[in-house]
Each structure stands twice: as C-alpha cells, then as structure tokens.
C-alpha cells in the first residue's frame, strides 16, 4: 500500500457527493482515471509523513483524481488531505458495485452503500439497479440529504432519457 501525505493549507476541500461522481460518468470508459473523476478506493489505505499515520483511507471511499503519475495517482480526500495512491489500490466508479456489495453485505443496515453503490450502476447504465439501491438505503433510514437529491436527480434523467429515446425513435 503506496500513501505519501503532501498536506497544503490551501488545498481544495473536496465534498464528494453522488452528484458529483455522476458528473463522471461518461469518463469511466477510459483506462486510467483523468483529473477530477472519482476514483473508488479497493482496499484500507493510510497516509503516513514521516512515519506518522495521518489519515486513513477506507475501503469504499470516493478520492478524486488530481493527477495520473503513471502507477499512481495524486488523489484528494473528501476532508482535503493530498497524497498518492497506487492504481492497484483504487478502481473506477463504474468498476466499483462488488465492492460495495461487499460493504454492503458486511454492515446490512449501512445506507450510505447502497447510495455509493447506486452511483456506480448508474455509470454503468443500470439505471433500474441504481434507482433501487437509492430506494433501498432511504428504507433502512438513511437520511443524507445527497440520497434524497441525488435519487430525485437520477429519477429525472431517466425520465429525460426515456423522452429523449422516444423522440429519436419517432414515438
């Protein structure tokens, strides 16, 4: 597990929020994760300077790509910290349900999953799955404000998509 801490004061405070990955979508089909896309880390990872643990990534977190070192990247936690990450430790959103179905499967009554997991349906086009995971961790009383927006803002984009299926279709 390769995590080198580079701390700056005035590094960007980073939110990650389901909108945000689905912002990311169409940039999934790429190889290597590109600046800004969110990434998904595949295992727990520590941020060490000089031999200081000082953060802990876990496994399931959203990180966003700042830079492609090759077999790193240079990623941004949701709470600002910087520092690198190696490729094999991380996957990209639409590659991410088995690990939140494993998440999911570890800690059941664990909503925020299943609205991480929806993310990753939907980037890969399984709209009915992601509206269900949605639905699924408001049921278990999840009650993010992101699951709520972020389901509503899906639900509009199948509409829209459905619409605009129609139309190119001459329905």
Known sequence: ?????????????????????FCWVNASASFAAKPGQPVVARVEMQFAKEDKVVD?????????????????????????TRGAVDK????ELAESTGIYTDLIEEYPEEG????????????LGEQEKAMAD????IEKGYEEA?????????MRLAENMTQQSKTTSGH
């Open 146 to 154: 992101h699951a709520y927006s972020s389901r509503g803002l899906f």
């Open 112 to 123: 925020r999953y299943h609205t991480l997991r929806a993310s990753a349906w939907w980037a």
């Open 88 to 91: 094999v430790n991380a996957v």
């Open 1 to 21: 597990m390769n995590a080198v801490i580079e701390s700056r004061p005035w590094a960007v405070q980073v939110g990650i929020s389901i909108f945000a990955a």
């Open 134 to 137: 949605f639905n699924e961790a």
């Open 56 to 80: 802990v990534i876990a496994k399931g977190d959203l990180l966003t790509v700042v830079e492609d070192r090759g077999e790193d990247y240079v990623i941004v936690t949701h709470d600002g």
